[in-house]
């Protein structure tokens, strides 16, 4: 698959020459792109800095996370869910699925590799990749092709907020939250009110804590399911026959029957319509499982933005102040990319593809970008399909040369 150059350069690293691309990350994205390369036969090599697949579902997801999506719009290319499956599978049954889709196409990480820098070496048109094991012990890749498949949410966002370092409680990130077991009896501020807010705020009031949910800013709260069908589902068919406009004000309205006024609850929804929000602004819609209910019945407290923190309370900008025993900050992710990726034209600042969808898969020199669609599993998926195929049409072209190159020599031997 690689091969050992069996020396060290200048700087006492390890130089490893691989034959085809390296993947850097061994999520979902990168699974996918792996298992498609495989199928092709090309060789190449998977970089991933924990000692797992998946490392962001094994290890930074709460207990009680299932697919917010029906398992036909998350399962990887060549490979779909069980059967017995349900249609919203578990967060234990979505890693099994991983873990037997990467024993199923071979793919074998080099786990416990941190990428600390990827550059293109102009003068010798190749991928320079460097990084640091667990141990402390430096590697090179050289390559020709690089694929970025670290993701959207490879890294959590912590907030500056006045006074929260003064905070003598627990404060932690979502991606750290297992199970509200822990907190039962407390009072627990959840900071944001997106999916894992929602989700953790109805987690904690199941297990008896007392949370008081921050909704600073517009979101919109969608049912799971329209008369028994699921809402993405119900939106993908109106955006393929209707314009997003008309297929959002039909969204809003059945939304509108089942919830009801959420705004008198201190939900507020956004000018824009959910899908215009999300193709646009890449912000995803809430899919409710039960914190609405949770919300109404004043299990789970709305509150407004926040002021500052004390060192067991925290004062609100509509000038109440609540006394909490610990904070959980489900304030979203971001890319790591621009951390270890020395590039700034296919890239942006933020660790994104400046080409929108979807055409933000390939950039130049070979590189490739897979998972940052804005558009979930799916959308990985039909990255790893684009990129696997056009590696694989850079790779035949090469080898039709090389059997060419052969060919000539050795007519050249005969004419002799």
């Given at each position: 698959?690689?091969?050992?150059?069996?020396?060290?350069?200048?700087?006492?690293?390890?130089?490893?020459?691989?034959?085809?691309?390296?993947?850097?990350?061994?999520?979902?994205?990168?699974?996918?792109?792996?298992?498609?390369?495989?199928?092709?036969?090309?060789?190449?090599?998977?970089?991933?800095?924990?000692d797992c697949i998946a490392s962001l579902?094994?290890?930074?997801?709460?207990?009680?996370?299932?697919?917010?999506?029906?398992?036909?719009?998350?399962?990887?290319?060549?490979?779909?869910?069980?059967?017995?499956?349900?249609?919203?599978?578990?967060?234990?049954?979505?890693?099994?699925?991983?873990?037997?889709?990467?024993?199923?196409?071979?793919?074998?990480?080099?786990?416990?590799?941190?990428?600390?820098?990827?550059?293109?070496?102009?003068?010798?048109?190749?991928?320079?990749?460097?990084?640091?094991?667990?141990?402390?012990?430096?590697?090179?890749?050289?390559?020709?092709?690089?694929?970025?498949?670290?993701?959207?949410?490879?890294?959590?966002?912590?907030?500056?907020?006045?006074?929260?370092?003064?905070?003598?409680?627990?404060?932690?990130?979502?991606?750290?939250?297992?199970?509200?077991?822990?907190?039962?009896?407390?009072?627990?501020?959840?900071?944001?009110?997106?999916?894992?807010?929602?989700?953790?705020?109805?987690?904690?009031?199941?297990?008896?804590?007392?949370?008081?949910?921050?909704?600073?800013?517009?979101?919109?709260?969608?049912?799971?399911?329209?008369?028994?069908?699921?809402?993405?589902?119900?939106?993908?068919?109106?955006?393929?026959?209707?314009?997003?406009?008309?297929?959002?004000?039909?969204?809003?309205?059945?939304?509108?029957?089942?919830?009801?006024?959420?705004?008198?609850?201190?939900?507020?929804?956004?000018?824009?319509?959910?899908?215009?929000?999300?193709?646009?602004?890449?912000?995803?819609?809430?899919?409710?499982?039960?914190?609405?209910?949770?919300?109404?019945?004043?299990?789970?407290?709305?509150?407004?933005?926040?002021?500052?923190?004390?060192?067991?309370?925290?004062?609100?900008?509509?000038?109440?102040?609540?006394?909490?025993?610990?904070?959980?900050?489900?304030?979203?992710?971001?890319?790591?990319?621009?951390?270890?990726?020395?590039?700034?034209?296919?890239?942006?600042?933020?660790?994104?593809?400046?080409?929108?969808?979807?055409?933000?898969w390939k950039g130049k020199r070979g590189?490739?970008?897979?998972?940052?669609?804005?558009?979930?599993l799916a959308g990985a998926s039909a990255?790893?399909?684009?990129?696997?195929?056009?590696?694989?049409?850079?790779?035949?072209?090469?080898?039709?040369?090389?059997?060419?190159?052969?060919?000539?020599?050795?007519?050249?031997?005969?004419?002799?």
């Open positions: 698959m690689f091969s050992f150059s069996g020396q060290t350069n200048f700087c006492g690293r390890r130089c490893v020459w691989v034959n085809g691309p390296v993947i850097v990350g061994a999520g979902p994205s990168g699974l996918a792109v792996s298992a498609c390369l495989k199928e092709q036969c090309i060789p190449f090599v998977v970089i991933e800095r924990a579902w094994q290890k930074h997801t709460y207990d009680r996370l299932k697919l917010h999506l029906p398992k036909k719009f998350c399962q990887l290319p060549k490979l779909p869910f069980p059967e017995e499956y349900p249609e919203y599978p578990s967060k234990k049954q979505f890693i099994t699925y991983l873990e037997n889709y990467a024993q199923k196409f071979d793919i074998k990480p080099q786990f416990n590799e941190c990428v600390q820098s990827a550059k293109y070496d102009e003068a010798c048109q190749l991928w320079r990749v460097v990084t640091v094991s667990t141990s402390g012990f430096e590697t090179e890749y050289i390559c020709q092709m690089l694929v970025v498949a670290t993701g959207e949410n490879a890294e959590g966002v912590v907030p500056e907020i006045d006074g929260l370092q003064e905070f003598s409680g627990e404060v932690i990130h979502a991606k750290d939250f297992k199970s509200g077991q822990k907190y039962t009896g407390k009072k627990v501020l959840v900071v944001g009110c997106g999916n894992s807010g929602m989700e953790v705020s109805l987690d904690l009031s199941n297990h008896n804590a007392k949370p008081s949910m921050v909704v600073r800013s517009s979101v919109h709260v969608l049912p799971g399911e329209i008369m028994g069908k699921s809402t993405f589902d119900l939106a993908m068919m109106l955006m393929k026959w209707l314009p997003l406009w008309l297929a959002d004000k039909i969204l809003l309205m059945l939304t509108w029957f089942i919830l009801g006024n959420i705004q008198k609850y201190g939900v507020r929804r956004p000018s824009l319509g959910p899908l215009e929000l999300k193709n646009h602004h890449g912000k995803t819609p809430v899919l409710d499982i039960g914190a609405l209910e949770k919300i109404r019945s004043g299990e789970i407290k709305v509150v407004p933005g926040i002021k500052r923190f004390n060192s067991n309370s925290v004062e609100l900008v509509n000038g109440e102040t609540l006394d909490i025993d610990s904070v959980v900050l489900a304030t979203g992710y971001c890319s790591n990319v621009p951390f270890w990726l020395q590039e700034t034209e296919f890239f942006d600042k933020n660790g994104f593809p400046k080409t929108p969808f979807p055409n933000g590189l490739y970008a897979s998972g940052f669609t804005r558009r979930g990255d790893a399909v684009r990129i696997s195929q056009d590696i694989g049409k850079v790779w035949n072209e090469e080898l039709k040369q090389k059997k060419k190159k052969v060919h000539t020599h050795r007519r050249c031997i005969s004419t002799f």
